[in-house]
């Protein structure tokens, strides 16, 4: 899955974890939505193994969207303006970049703000207290080469153009409309704890409002998979999700994280995973046998054990 197209390197895209989330997704749904899409990753992972021809990808974070959107519809338009962008960097790359930002935070350009996700610190995504994007440039380099980013582009295109619905709306409203037909993937931020904003993302989100979108997203009968809470060494990223909503944890072990590899710790990072009771009776698989063949590095637990597939 990492030799698919990808135009943004985004810190907390799926990208990487893919091909792992796509086991629990049905061979064929007839629409995927991605309710906190972000760049996208699982919609382009999904269409890459012909899983939908139609896709939802909607982020409350607008001009995000509206970038994937020039990226997936207008490949050649988008291509173009970050090339001249990019080009114009090389008397002085980093004043060049603050140039950019100030830019970006007057306009909310999704033209521009291609150009900065390329050239950020770490691909990383950061907010100040007034919503403006605040993240320094990455004096290492000077982000993707305008051949490559075109390549990437017109790969993403290929797969997606003409297939996908936009949107920039709050999840839940997304959630509200979905029918029982369609697959969801949901991806919301990590800090997962009542109104507590977190600079990596555009907004937080309330845990329990989201436990309650979870509730009715299950009396639809909607199939959903939810990307939630984590953790790296000893230390554990947001809140578990509650039993009540009858939901299968599995955990995924990623591996180092690069801040432990160069830090020389050991820590590793496991994502987890909850696969929604519509989707346990739509696969009606025996679900410890199929991880342990399918996946060394999946962990399934249990409200009264854990069945570890690791050797």
């Known amino acids: 899955?990492?030799?698919?197209?990808?135009?943004?390197?985004?810190?907390?895209?799926?990208?990487?974890?893919?091909?792992?989330?796509?086991?629990?997704?049905?061979?064929?749904?007839?629409?995927l939505v991605e309710p906190f899409s972000g760049t996208a990753a699982i919609s382009i992972a999904a269409s890459s193994k012909g899983i939908s021809q139609k896709f939802w990808i909607n982020d409350l974070n607008k001009p995000l969207v509206e970038l994937v959107e020039l990226i997936i519809e207008k490949p050649d338009e988008i291509s173009n303006a970050y090339a001249e962008i990019w080009n114009e960097q090389h008397e002085d790359s980093v004043k060049h970049f603050y140039e950019a930002r100030d830019k970006f935070n007057k306009s909310n350009n999704p033209k521009v703000f291609l150009y900065l996700l390329a050239r950020c610190v770490k691909g990383a995504v950061r907010y100040n207290s007034e919503g403006l994007f605040n993240q320094s440039p990455d004096k290492r380099r000077k982000g993707t080469q305008p051949e490559k980013m075109r390549k990437n582009i017109g790969g993403v295109s290929r797969l997606l153009k003409g297939k996908c619905r936009f949107t920039y709306s709050d999840y839940r409203d997304v959630l509200a409309e979905v029918r029982n037909s369609d697959f969801v993937y949901i991806d919301p931020p990590y800090q997962g704890v009542c109104g507590n904003k977190d600079s990596r993302y555009y907004s937080g989100i309330n845990f329990d409002n989201f436990v309650l979108a979870l509730k009715e997203l299950n009396q639809k009968g909607t199939s959903f998979v939810v990307s939630y809470d984590g953790k790296r060494g000893n230390k554990t990223f947001g809140n578990e999700l509650p039993e009540e909503l009858g939901l299968k944890k599995i955990e995924i072990e990623v591996g180092r994280s690069s801040q432990a590899t160069l830090l020389g710790r050991q820590e590793i990072t496991v994502e987890s995973l909850y696969l929604s009771p519509s989707l346990l009776r739509?696969?009606?698989?025996?679900?410890?046998?199929?991880?342990?063949?399918?996946?060394?590095?999946?962990?399934?637990?249990?409200?009264?054990?854990?069945?570890?597939?690791?050797?």
Do not use: C
């Open 1 to 31: 899955m990492t030799s698919l197209p990808h135009p943004i390197q985004y810190q907390g895209s799926k990208r990487n974890l893919a091909s792992d989330i796509l086991r629990f997704i049905p061979n064929r749904v007839e629409r």
């Open 282 to 311: 739509d696969r009606n698989l025996d679900w410890e046998s199929y991880i342990s063949k399918t996946h060394k590095h999946i962990t399934l637990l249990e409200q009264h054990g854990q069945f570890s597939t690791a050797p």
